[in-house]
């Protein structure tokens, strides 16, 4: 029998103080299961509900790409800077320390290389290794308009089936095809499908024209890629713009690994995505840390 003694009657309900509903911070993903918002949450941050995604999945289709030569060397120091680390499962066993403890997208598609069709994919990762890995979301490439068009809507698809199952969320990347357009009518085509078909977020493209409208039309979080390389104080105003168009955050590789101070680039680009640092500060800022090294 259980030592009662000293055990009071007065208990208190608050039945003045209704139960709150405690919310979402993030678009579209009220209705999730708690395990899947939890896992969204090792992603975007829930005081700003946005993130900074370091992208170094590259390597599944390109190879050792520049920066990336080398991961443990050149990569893992900017870790402590990320919101979340976007990577394959080979680099994340072989690379990434285990005693990282943010979120972990998993690149979950591959197959061809830049040698042949990119748009030819297959899933490339089962859920249960990706639930041993403890991921926070799996990756597949989406090819809207693409020559395997239904092919990698049909990788999507199984994967967030698949991921409803177990409570993981399921990032939908557009790829945009060497011939298309990379104008907010794709964008918007390609965004939405991954929205409409399951995804809980999608990543694509910063256009300059009517951003807006892609993310005003996509029910989801949009993160936008970095894209190819260019100068520091470019990309941040790609990432200032795309937040201020309602972008929840960025999926940047090259413009942060390739940066010729990533460290100071990645500090410099979590400042815009939290506190809306204005592109010309948020130099200034990069500036003052690239020297100080
Ligand atoms: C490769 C990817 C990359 O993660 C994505 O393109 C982001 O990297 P970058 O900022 O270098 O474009 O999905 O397919």
């Not at 993130?51 to 443990?72: C, K, N, Q, S, W």
């Not at 940066?259 to 592109?279: C, F, L």
Request: charged share 20%; net charge negative.
């Amino acid at each position: 029998m259980a030592d009662t003694d000293g055990m009071t009657d007065s208990h208190d309900y608050y039945l003045d103080i209704p139960q709150k509903d405690p919310g979402y911070p993030l678009k579209g993903c009220h209705a999730l299961d708690w395990g899947m918002k939890n896992r969204l949450t090792n992603i975007f941050n829930p005081k700003t509900g946005r993130t900074v995604m370091l992208a170094v999945d590259h390597g599944y289709f390109m190879g050792p790409t520049t920066g990336l030569e080398r991961i443990d060397l050149t990569i893992n120091p900017l870790l402590p800077y990320a919101d979340t680390l976007m990577c394959t499962r080979g680099i994340l066993r072989s690379t990434i320390p285990a005693t990282f403890n943010k979120g972990v997208v998993l690149r979950a598609s591959g197959g061809p290389s830049i040698l042949s069709e990119l748009s030819d994919e297959r899933i490339a990762v089962n859920m249960e290794d990706a639930i041993r890995l403890n991921s926070s979301a799996v990756a597949v490439q989406v090819f809207i308009g693409g020559e395997f068009e239904t092919t990698s809507v049909h990788n999507m698809t199984r994967l967030v089936d698949a991921g409803n199952r177990y409570g993981m969320p399921v990032l939908g990347v557009t790829a945009v095809g060497k011939q298309m357009a990379r104008d907010a009518k794709y964008m918007r085509l390609a965004t939405r499908i991954c929205a409409e078909l399951g995804c809980s977020y999608v990543k694509t493209y910063y256009v300059e024209k009517d951003f807006e409208t892609v993310t005003a039309a996509c029910p989801v979080p949009i993160v936008i890629a970095g894209g190819k390389k260019q100068p520091e104080l470019d990309a941040l105003t790609m990432a200032y713009n795309a937040i201020q168009q309602g972008a929840a955050g960025v999926d940047m590789g090259r413009n942060i690994f390739q940066s010729d101070a990533p460290a100071a680039m990645i500090q410099a680009v979590s400042r815009v995505v939290h506190e809306e640092m204005k592109p010309q500060e948020a130099f200034d800022y990069y500036e003052t840390l690239k020297n100080e090294k």
